[in-house]
Structure formats: structure tokens, C-alpha cells
């Protein structure tokens, strides 16, 4: 599970923005978001580049 959904809101960034800057389609990011899917590594670290933001801060712990 992954913490996209509740890092974007915080920031008061849309889904359709950030799958802009990351080159996918929105269903992919939207997927991501609602956790139907998850990013790779390498897209999970490049989406905390781009929302400026630790990658461990877009998972979830328990």
C-alpha cells in the first residue's frame, strides 16, 4: 500500500498533474492512487522527486 493518494492532497496537487510530469496515462497514476496498483521503484522514487518529497514518506508503515 502506498501513501500517493494522502501526499497529493496534502499538497493540493490532481492525479492528471502528476501524471503529466511522470509521461503515463492518468489511469496508471490513478491506480497507483487508489492502490489497485504500484508503482516500481524506480517510479515510486521518481514521484517523490517530483511532489519533493522523502520516498518514504509515500508508503505506508505499519
Partial sequence: MNRIKQVLEEKGI?????????G???NTVNGY??????????????IAEILNVNP??????K
Fill in 14 to 22: 490532481k492525479q492528471v498533474w502528476l501524471a503529466e510530469k511522470l
Fill in 33 to 46: 492512487v487508489q492502490n489497485r496498483n504500484q508503482p516500481s521503484l524506480e517510479v515510486l522514487y521518481e
Fill in 24 to 26: 503515463k496515462s492518468f
Fill in 56 to 61: 518514504k514518506e509515500l508508503l505506508e508503515t
